[in-house]
């Protein structure tokens, strides 16, 4: 995790590059939170995801895949803790991919 965060620091906002940093670090918190649990971990996650999709719009290459990032976090999230706006939120995501 230091790594990607160090990384991302060398991404500033405007980086052509800055999503991949964002959705490298969302992933491995996403892999922490799987392996320990820690709530913060996934909601750092989520944010991160939902970052990297203002940076992908419509009809960017990788697009489809950053909504299914994001939706997939929202379902762990919801499995978690029961928030029936992260389902909501879930299938419209996967609707748009």
């Given at each position: 995790?230091?790594?990607?965060?160090e990384a991302?620091a060398l991404?500033?906002?405007?980086?052509?590059?800055?999503?991949?940093?964002?959705?490298?670090l969302a992933?491995?918190?996403s892999s922490?939170?799987?392996?320990?649990?820690?709530?913060?971990?996934l909601?750092?996650?989520?944010?991160?995801?939902?970052?990297?999709?203002?940076?992908r719009p419509?009809?960017?290459a990788?697009?489809?895949?950053?909504?299914?990032?994001?939706?997939?976090l929202?379902?762990?999230?919801?499995?978690?803790r029961?928030?029936?706006?992260?389902?909501?939120?879930?299938?419209?995501?996967y609707?748009?991919?």
């Amino acid at each position: 995790l230091i790594l990607h965060r160090e990384a991302l620091a060398l991404r500033p906002v405007g980086h052509t590059d800055r999503s991949m940093s964002l959705n490298n670090l969302a992933k491995q918190l996403s892999s922490r939170f799987d392996h320990r649990g820690n709530d913060e971990d996934l909601d750092q996650a989520i944010a991160l995801q939902r970052e990297v999709l203002a940076l992908r719009p419509v009809g960017h290459a990788n697009r489809s895949m950053s909504l299914n990032n994001l939706a997939n976090l929202l379902s762990s999230r919801f499995q978690h803790r029961g928030n029936d706006e992260d389902l909501d939120q879930t299938i419209a995501l996967y609707r748009d991919a």
